[in-house]
């Protein structure tokens, strides 16, 4: 895994990056800051690899190295090639020390042909930077922040300035070019680091467990949760956002979302008076027209291509109507995420039918829908 740390100024980057070098065993790594008016980029600044083009593999020796720039970037590396290209290096030892790199190219060659081992830098915090590793399935980015006004008392202990400067300062860092906020739609696992000390912080990295691999790749919950979300976003019934995914054997069968049927005027433009209808008559009720999003995808796969031990994932808890078309088509297990009035009916006549009905406590960092307990259906 190699993790790269963005963040606002005095957000505990540093923190995050010791806890996970000293406790988790990760190797920090370096990008050699460049001259002005070079790129980093290119490579051309620093120490040089000399790796030939042909050559794809990467060792670490202990080998001295004084770089202009500060103490951040003091560290050492000797990268040679091996006697066969393409096989995979491994550290003998873990370096004490950050491993230093002159170029992004040279660090993506090396930390791809030590993908087993765990990296960590605070150097990737531009959105170029950041795009030539993020295509990498081990690669991730956290981002730090803090509150401003902490933040602010966290820099007066290190470099006492005016507010007014540091808000100027950290603006142009979150929204001036090569901004932080160009990174927003590329991060993994946004961290507010709100915390009065740096052990309350490790215990809630502790808490993300940031060596969980399905934070880099979905389990199949979260990948069919994910499309169950993404489906419900075609919905256009007016009182709620459904969608539903029908799996067998982890192969998708068919999707569905709630709304009208067929040649019928979407819900969201009138079809269905009742849903349409913001106090709908006691004495003559109307009818909703709308078909769930799980009886579309029951329709669209049909009983025969259900077949046996399908599994339906419904970002919502099924309604009893649908309840019981769906123990009628012999699904065997129904995923759900948020809860509905009808959950504990709906539970009994499952689990009467030899249904599996399991709630999915969804990752924020797949972007899921939050779940609220307290946020119920309330007739609507």
């Known amino acids: 895994m190699f993790i790269a740390i963005a963040g606002t100024r005095f957000s505990g980057k540093s923190t995050v990056e010791d806890y996970l070098v000293n406790r988790k065993g990760f190797t920090a790594v370096r990008l050699i800051a460049p001259n002005d008016g070079e790129s980093i980029l290119e490579g051309n600044i620093g120490v040089q690899s000399h790796l030939p083009n042909a050559i794809s593999t990467l060792t670490v020796k202990a080998n001295h190295l004084t770089i202009n720039g500060g103490n951040k970037h003091q560290s050492f590396l ?40 765990n990296f960590i830098t605070c150097d990737l915090d531009r959105k170029d930077l950041v795009d030539i590793f993020v295509r990498r399935p081990f690669f991730m980015l956290l981002s730090v922040d803090a509150p401003l ?9 290190f470099s006492p300035t005016n507010l007014e400067t540091f808000v100027r300062d950290n603006d142009r860092l979150a929204y001036g070019p090569d901004s932080l906020h160009e990174l927003r739609d590329l991060v993994n696992i946004h961290v507010i680091n709100s915390f009065s000390s740096s052990s309350e912080l490790c215990a809630h990295l502790d808490s993300l467990d940031l060596l969980n691999s399905e934070h ?83 329709l669209e796969a049909g009983r025969e291509r259900i077949g046996h031990n399908a599994v339906l994932y419904c970002n919502t808890c099924p309604c ?59 007739g609507l």
């Open 78 to 117: 000797n990268m040679s090639p091996l006697q066969s290209p393409g096989t995979p290096a491994h550290f003998d030892t873990k370096p004490r020390h950050p491993l230093c790199f002159s170029s992004p190219k040279d660090l993506l060659l090396f930390v791809t042909n030590n993908w087993k081992e």
């Open 149 to 157: 006004m902490d933040r602010y008392m966290r820099c007066q202990n």
């Open 320 to 378: 009893l109507k649908c309840t019981v078309k769906i123990i009628q088509t012999g699904v065997k297990t129904v995923v759900y995420n948020l809860v509905y009035k009808m959950d504990t009916a709906s539970a009994q006549l499952f689990k009467n039918a030899g249904v599996e009905l399991r709630r999915y406590d969804p990752n924020t960092s797949f972007r899921l829908p939050p779940v609220n307990d307290d946020t119920r259906a309330n």
């Open 216 to 298: 880099l790749r979905p389990s199949w919950d979260s990948y069919f949760m994910t499309l169950a979300a993404l489906a419900s976003k075609r919905s256009n019934c007016m009182k709620r956002r459904v969608g539903a995914v029908l799996v067998r054997d982890n192969r998708v069968l068919a999707t569905g979302y709630n709304g009208t049927p067929r040649g019928l005027v979407n819900c969201n433009e009138g079809g269905c008076t009742h849903c349409n209808g913001a106090f709908p008559s006691i004495s003559s009720p109307i009818e909703c027209v709308c078909l769930h999003a799980e009886e579309n995808a029951l």
